[in-house]
């Protein structure tokens, strides 16, 4: 499985914007995709996770009510619609992808990672 994160860039306080992640190859075995992030000097964090089906969708409650996780499966396509972003939420963003077993919520349960894109909001 290969994903391609994008959509990165510099936004200031309250500003927005959509991450994409684009997937290929043996998808077959897919059952959700997540959203992580990573901040200098910390460890890589939960954001967001959809499942293939109902779709299903889990957030870490920092970012609920502001960041919304959809999926494209004509397209192959992972979103992250970010609205009201914060300085704290600087970060690389990773996406990936997880089969059945394992948390949502633990980086280690996803196989599959794509190449992050860096978030930056300023004050």
């Known amino acids: 499985v290969q994903l391609q994160a994008s959509g990165g860039g510099l936004v200031q306080a309250g500003g927005s914007l959509r991450l994409s992640c684009a997937v290929s190859?043996?998808?077959?075995?897919?059952?959700?995709f997540g959203w992580f992030r990573q901040a200098p000097g910390k460890e890589r964090e939960f954001v967001a996770a959809i499942t293939r089906a109902p779709g299903r969708t889990y957030y870490v409650d920092s970012v609920k009510g502001r960041f919304t996780i959809s999926g494209n499966n004509a397209k192959n396509t992972v979103y992250l619609q970010m609205n009201s972003l914060k300085p704290e939420d600087t970060a690389v963003y990773y996406c990936?992808?997880?089969?059945?077993?394992?948390?949502?919520?633990?980086?280690?349960?996803?196989?599959?990672w794509g190449q992050g894109t860096q978030v930056t909001v300023s004050s």
């Open positions: 990936a992808s997880k089969v059945p077993d394992g948390s949502y919520f633990r980086a280690p349960t996803y196989p599959d």
């Open positions: 190859g043996r998808t077959l075995s897919i059952s959700s």
